[in-house]
């Protein structure tokens, strides 16, 4: 691979890294112009709905992408969605040739916008960065291929696997730097889901503590509860929030719930039956609703249940230097798992010492996904 | 402090490390001759009751000691034990100065090797390597201090900390190479401890596999079992065993294994009641037999007695990437710890990916050992 074009798409892979859970459902892409060598545009696509990161290049590099080169981590979009599309721009600019990072998972778009640009002059070439995607884009192909969310999980436990000590206190099991760190879990998604027990006893926030200058939001809330019996004057639940907190539910907890709660953006979305209210049936209809990736912050049932069915793509320890001993609760001990299939081993991708807690980031690699089309 | 003399020093604590479980009960040191610039004599301690660091450095050295300079990890001894007093053969050795990097937490030798050596016109100065030295000599401090073996905790444990899975096997939680690496653990240490119920159910072996080119040998093993029912055609109580194998029991036990063991190496020792086979008398016990350092490596009712009575100075844990849920063992779910006692908490010292485990290894140190004096 030529050094030179090796570098700008990686630039452009930097640029893409920026966008945060604002692009969901969309994938992150970045672009930049060249020109006899030197940069002459930049951009990445910030949000959905909003311009893609060519266009933002082009119009950054303005009347200088004629005749110059684009970089796109991506294979361009040839279709009209909520913009138009962006082989139109390209070839509005006289861009001369495409370099490529990697071709598009959408069958929508994959390997349609080299034929459109040869058509018209405009050379194209791909470069061999599919797995930098995958790896930048792995909700957003995860989504495609199996119309789930990506799920993440996160745990926080003492030494002996606890989840809560024996008062029932598991609040602060890590340290304050390393709850602080765990916030980074949020802005990576665009959902939150917690069961009853922990919305009720913990009366959680939460929201994103360490918020960077890169534009994020507060991921929506949502909490499963089939008998609706949630307390009712937590945080989450008044009417100051602004963003969705979905309550997942049955026709009778919905009855609970009705009228009595103030937040105006809050939904009740009851499932007929209770066995509906089951990780799979909930996640896709997650999906349906537009989450593309949802992270799970317990409590311990919820994370038994996603432990059993395999439904989740990575699992978050953070780990505190304390054993719990008798009386405190496991955060598996009432999952049924089959733990001689290798296809349950997961792949340890980091670990992180925060003071003397540690964090551990394990990949659910060896399950094979295709059952669950 | 003098750029040289730290470096000449920190030479000699390379030097000092070298000394493997042969040396204790003694303290690891090292020592280098310097003369004109120009190190000229190398030595450490190798073996209790052979010659000390400064004399196999002086010996190593030979004429050219004469007006050399010496630099010795720890304050050299001034008293016959098993051998004579180092400070004798630095002055027959004609040394113009001494360079001591900490001083000997020993009481029998502390702050006695100056007054000695400057009377003889021998200059000494003492370096700031006090930290160094306790890190290093952590075991031969702590023996002295608390008349106790230093006592490492081993523990392979699942993601949920479980030590055994539901079908009851708990031989092979980590990988291979995990396994293989935790065997450095036992050349540290002059005594392995497990259970009866290990050493009944896994057969071990608790040799050293992945042995260094430095001279180390297989720890004793010590068996804690009051019933004295031990299986024993296990490999431990074959008559090929060269190190000591020691079984602590009762009275009655000591009935049901006597003239049944083919080991010659094989002692059994009867408590005259049952209660003193609890961690504090068994420790105390070997220590006065001769034992420096302890690993514990099983089971989990040895492992939860130790982190009840808090008797451990490090936790080393090695935790495969797998989740055994429902119908495993929890390596401490019988024990009883006061976890909201900060003086409970571990620090994390060291984190090492191994393939997809991770190895954490913690000490105790807010524990406050006074009150087991």
Known sequence: ?????????????????????????????????????????KGFHKQAGKEHAEVNALNDAGIKAKN???????????????????TAKIIESKIKKVYIGALDYN?????????ILNKKGIETEILDFGEKNSE??????????????YVHLKAAISLDG?????????????????RLYSHYLRA????????????????????????????TKDPAVIIISASGKLNLKNNLLKN????????????????NLQGKINNHNTTIKSFSRRTHLSIKPCLTYLKKRGYTSILV??????????????????LHIFMAPKVFGKGSKNFSSNANIDFANKKNNLSLITSKKIENDIYLRYKNVYWDYSSIR
């Open 188 to 215: 990576k998604c665009d959902a939150i889901l917690v069961g009853s027990k922990t919305f009720n006893l913990d009366n959680p926030r939460l929201n994103i503590r360490n918020r960077s200058k890169t534009i």
């Open 136 to 149: 930048l884009n792995k909700v957003f192909n995860f989504n495609i291929k199996y119309s789930l969310p």
């Open 240 to 255: 100051t929030t602004e963003r969705e907190v979905l309550i997942l539910t049955t026709p009778s907890g919905k009855r």
């Open 297 to 314: 912050e317990g409590g311990s049932s919820l994370l038994e249940q996603f432990l059993q069915t395999r439904l989740f793509q990575e």
């Open 107 to 115: 069958p929508r778009h994959r390997k349609k916008a080299e034929s």
């Open 162 to 178: 606890m989840i809560c000590d024996s008062r029932q206190n598991s609040k602060w099991i890590t340290c304050e730097k390393t």
């Open 68 to 86: 110059a080169d684009l970089y796109v981590t991506l294979e361009p979009c040839s279709t009209y969605g909520k913009t138009p599309p962006c």
């Open 1 to 41: 691979m030529n050094k030179k074009n090796n570098q700008y798409m990686l630039e452009a892979f930097k640029l893409a890294a920026k966008g945060k859970n604002l692009v969901f459902p969309n994938p992150f892409v970045g672009a930049i112009v060249v020109k006899n060598g030197k940069i002459v545009g």
